[in-house]
């Protein structure tokens, strides 16, 4: 018993000691990860379908509404106008990858457009596929806009991966990638990109 005492405090030291120099680096202590990818959606019940029967995410919850009918709450805690409303949130996990968490809101001043990849706070979701010629055959066949590829890249430090943009049918951006023999950086690479390719 004393042996495990000992090993835990041990470990909660090193823990705070490596937590006290990232502080003292400047940096925010004690990350381990991206633990989810949130994303606002026109419907939640169509995203999670969307999600599960396509992309092949599973959902593991749903809570709210959250909403503030005369104070600051939501505009104090997530930086959104005073009124606005999240009517449900959903959490599904995604393979092997970051959790997605679905939003629905409302809000007086919501904007509808989609950003592009090329507008500030633009973005896109990318889902690793292991034959990116099979998937992207398959994303047509259900009828998505896929954009050119699957495009293979030769050179450079990403040679080795291919990719494909498709829109999901509300217009959000989302990348099919590949790359089973990995990629040209990784073989000088000190630190290596995240990667569910299996050593």
């Known amino acids: ?8 405090a041990g470990a909660a030291l090193a823990l705070s000691q490596s937590s ?20 606002t959606v026109p419907n939640v019940d169509e995203a999670v379908s969307f999600f599960q029967d396509v992309v092949g995410c599973t959902e593991v919850m749903r809570f709210g509404p959250f909403s503030d ?28 990858g970051s959790n997605l968490e679905l939003f629905q ?4 001043d919501q904007k509808t457009e989609m950003p592009r990849n090329s507008d500030y706070g633009g973005f896109h979701l990318a889902f690793y596929v292991k034959d990116i010629e099979a998937a992207v055959e398959k994303a047509r066949a259900l009828g998505l806009r896929t954009f050119m590829g699957p495009f293979h890249l030769e050179e450079g430090p990403a040679a080795g991966q291919s990719i494909t943009y498709v829109l999901a049918p509300w217009g959000q951006q989302l990348e099919l990638i590949s790359y089973p ?14 990667s569910p390719v299996e050593d």
């Open 1 to 8: 018993m004393k042996r495990i005492i000992f090993a835990l």
């Open 20 to 39: 006290a120099l990232a502080a003292d680096n400047g940096q925010i202590p004690g990350v381990r990860g991206l633990d989810h990818i949130g994303l």
């Open 69 to 96: 009918e005369k104070g600051t709450f939501m505009q104090d805690l997530v930086n959104v106008h005073p009124r606005a409303v999240i009517k449900q949130i959903a959490m599904l996990r995604c393979g092997d």
């Open 105 to 108: 809101y409302e809000a007086p």
């Open 181 to 194: 023999e990995g990629m040209a950086y990784e073989k000088t690479a000190k630190t290596k990109l995240w």
